[in-house]
């Protein structure tokens, strides 16, 4: 199957970052040709102009949770995670189903065309990537056996997902860590091993609040990161995603570095849940791959990257009183280059380039608050201006999966999903 864009303002996101005016091929998925005039396709999608550029990666989020937006607000993580898990009790399988199919629409029509996910029934949430065509990095979240709601054994459970799904395709499994504060180092070390085993990732919650930090090293006489690093779990067998990191120190920061882990950083979680503010420059500085996440649609309450990453960038500029921090190609990087690094993707995803797959999203020259529009402020434009509402094509895997105007529920209008 074939596709051409036309007239686009092309931002690359390659080694060079280059923006370039032209057009771009598409064939059987893959990205066949960059900037030249392309002809002779089945799908042909004109961008009059506007910005063609490299799908987002929200990197931290709980899509089956979306059902429970606007319940659980205005309180701190430890209630919300007490009143979380008592919730997660009672659902079924068709709820978290809708609530994942919910959840990723939203996303890509948004520009989201890959994310990072961490639950339990991740095969439910596999289904639901299948049929809404976006890629899913999904990571089943282990805890205590003795406190866990899922049924059987947790780390099992993820084993299990990991083997059923281990064909390559949209969905790319993942062993989940809920975080320290209900992983024993059995659990912990039993996940990665795991992880290891299978040649996955992980993926965790790491120092999101300052309570989980103090209460961890009550209980153990270390700070989480310390205590990873001494059980031995950040031997780097198996990559780490670590969701949030909003309460970590400059030696804790090295470790990670050394240990290869990557930080999704949710600037608009932490705000609200009133957990703290994320050190991303000083994270970048010490040379750790940063992305960003929206979280749940429970505490963030979207799943708009496009306000998470105007939001993370201005929170670092009002903390450090510096205008200067966390530029707006720093901010697209994480959302694009960044991501697909810290999820072991760069040489197939993250930027329009030949070769690569084709997840590509397009947005509106004709929206007022894209204007002025050129190569000198494209990036800026994305970042301090647009919203996810000028997004007019999503396409995932060459597959056009949402088009602005499309009809509800069924966004892949001119192309069947195969
Ligand atoms: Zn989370």
Same mark, same amino acid.
């Given at each position: 199957m074939e596709l051409l864009i036309r007239h686009g303002l092309?931002?690359?996101?390659?080694?060079?970052?280059?923006v370039i005016e032209g057009d771009v091929m598409v064939e059987d998925g893959l990205i066949t040709s960059v900037g030249k005039g392309g002809s002779g396709s089945d799908h042909?999608?004109?961008?009059? /102009? $506007?910005?063609?550029?490299? #799908?987002?990666?929200?990197?931290? @989020?709980?899509?089956?949770?979306?059902?429970?937006? /606007?319940?659980?607000?205005?309180?701190?993580? +430890?209630?919300f995670l007490e009143k979380t898990f008592r919730l997660d009790n009672g659902r079924t399988s068709g709820e978290i189903q809708s609530a994942s199919i919910h959840a990723i629409h939203e996303m890509l029509a948004g520009g989201t065309t890959s994310f990072a996910d961490l639950y339990y029934s991740e095969d439910v949430i596999a289904e639901a990537c299948g049929q809404t065509g976006i890629r899913g990095f999904l990571a089943w979240v282990t805890l205590d056996r003795e406190i866990t709601t899922q049924k059987g054994d947790p780390v099992k459970n993820a084993d299990d997902f990991c083997k059923r799904f281990s064909k390559p395709g949209l969905v790319t499994p993942m062993v989940g860590l809920q975080g320290v504060y209900v992983c024993s180092e059995e659990t912990a070390m039993a996940a990665k091993s795991v992880a290891h085993r299978r040649g996955r990732g992980m993926h965790?919650?790491?120092? +999101?609040?300052?309570? *989980?930090?103090?209460s961890h090293e009550a209980r153990t006489g270390?700070? &989480?990161?310390?205590?990873?690093?001494?059980?031995?779990?950040?031997? /780097?067998?198996? &990559?780490? %995603?670590?969701?949030?990191?909003?309460?970590?120190?400059?030696?804790?920061? !090295? @470790?990670?570095h050394a240990a290869g882990v990557s930080v999704s950083s949710c600037a608009r979680s932490n705000m609200k849940l009133g957990s703290g503010i994320p050190?991303?420059?000083?994270l970048r500085s010490e040379g750790v791959t940063v992305s960003l996440?929206?979280?749940? =649609?429970?505490t963030s309450n979207n799943l708009d990257m496009f306000e998470e990453m105007r939001t993370a960038s201005l929170l670092q500029k009002v903390n450090k009183w510096d205008a200067s921090v966390l530029p707006a190609s720093g901010v697209l990087d994480m959302v694009t280059r960044n991501? =697909?690094?810290?999820?072991?993707? %760069? #040489?197939?995803?993250?930027?329009? *380039?030949? #070769? !690569? !797959?084709?997840?590509?999203?397009?947005?509106?020259?004709?929206?007022?608050? %894209?204007? &002025?529009? $050129? !190569?000198?402020?494209?990036?800026?434009?994305?970042?301090?201006? =647009?919203?996810?509402?000028?997004?007019?094509?999503?396409?995932?895997? $060459?597959?056009?999966?949402?088009?602005?105007? /499309?009809?509800?529920? =069924? &966004?892949?209008? $001119?192309?069947?999903?195969s």
């Open positions: 092309i931002v690359t996101q390659d080694a060079a970052r280059r042909v999608i004109d961008a009059e /102009g $506007g910005i063609v550029m490299p #799908g987002l990666f929200n990197t931290h @989020t709980h899509v089956g949770m979306t059902d429970l937006r /606007g319940l659980l607000d205005d309180m701190n993580l +430890e209630p965790m919650h790491l120092c +999101e609040t300052r309570h *989980e930090v103090y270390r700070r &989480p990161v310390d205590w990873l690093s001494s059980i031995g779990f950040l031997d /780097g067998s198996a &990559p780490l %995603l670590a969701a949030h990191g909003a309460w970590l120190t400059r030696n804790e920061m !090295k @470790t990670l050190p991303v420059e000083e996440g929206t979280d749940s =649609a429970t991501a =697909a690094g810290s999820l072991g993707v %760069l #040489g197939t995803l993250g930027s329009i *380039e030949e #070769g !690569k !797959k084709a997840d590509i999203i397009l947005l509106d020259r004709r929206s007022a608050r %894209l204007f &002025p529009l $050129g !190569k000198e402020n494209v990036i800026q434009q994305i970042v301090y201006s =647009a919203q996810s509402s000028d997004v007019t094509h999503t396409i995932v895997d $060459g597959r056009q999966v949402y088009s602005r105007g /499309g009809s509800e529920g =069924a &966004p892949w209008n $001119g192309m069947t999903p």
